[in-house]
């Protein structure tokens, strides 16, 4: 039987024809076929059987569709791994964020402890060089680790930074303005950590005004 494909090349060591009765030996007369069977190029899968005549159309078309549904099925099956990959990078890197922010907020009272021990000792005093060292390489740390401290003095109110402990009435600053800073507020990869604890000014009381007996004008507690 003569090739369908005389003009193309057969690949090295590979027979374009297999003798079926050198193969199956007296098997072979079983068969209904010719005593040859011609070797298709795999390149060509099954359109090249369809040329040959050995593979309908319809089973051809068939055969395509059902490619394309399970290559369409392999690509969501691929986006969604590489979203499941993506959703559980998140939530690791989002628990060793709070990890490291819970370990931080227990640090944070250390800190302020050795800021009053630094505000409350002479800075000639020995003491204070050595718990000046001692604060300022923990805070490096912190900082270093993502911990901001917030810049609460002199600023606006804010109730997403600030925490008001206490408020004080008067003409020499405008309203809702931080005049002392209490208690030191830090952020956290762009979370506030701790808000700083402030002392705000309020408007001064009209004449008309009235306090009640024994109010202290001036300062309020919050």
């Avoid at 690791?92 to 819970?102: G, L, P, V």
Wanted: proline letters at 5%.
């Amino acid at each position: 039987m003569a090739s369908k494909k005389d003009n193309k090349k057969a690949p090295k060591n590979v027979p374009e024809k297999i003798n079926v009765e050198a193969l199956l030996g007296e098997g072979a007369e079983t068969l209904d076929d010719a005593a040859e069977i011609e070797i298709l190029d795999p390149a060509e899968g099954l359109s090249a059987a369809a040329a040959a005549g050995t593979v309908s159309e319809d089973a051809l078309a068939a055969a395509n569709a059902e490619k394309e549904k399970y290559y369409d099925l392999w690509l969501r099956s691929r986006a969604d791994f590489e979203n499941l990959k993506k959703r559980v990078d998140r939530e690791r890197m989002d628990e060793r964020t709070q990890a490291a922010a819970t370990l931080i907020q227990e640090i944070l009272p250390v800190v302020d402890n050795l800021e009053r021990a630094l505000a409350g000792a002479q800075t000639d005093d020995p003491f204070h060089e050595g718990v000046s060292l001692i604060h300022r390489q923990l805070k490096e740390t912190l900082l270093t680790a993502g911990l901001e401290p917030i810049d609460a003095l002199g600023a606006s109110f804010d109730p997403l930074f600030h925490e008001a402990v206490a408020t004080e009435r008067t003409d020499r600053f405008e309203p809702n303005r931080v005049l002392e800073e209490i208690q030191k507020g830090y952020t956290y990869k762009g979370k506030v950590l701790r808000p700083s604890l402030v002392r705000v000014s309020a408007r001064p009381l009209e004449s008309s005004e009235k306090e009640p007996a024994g109010h202290n004008a001036e300062v309020e507690e919050i």
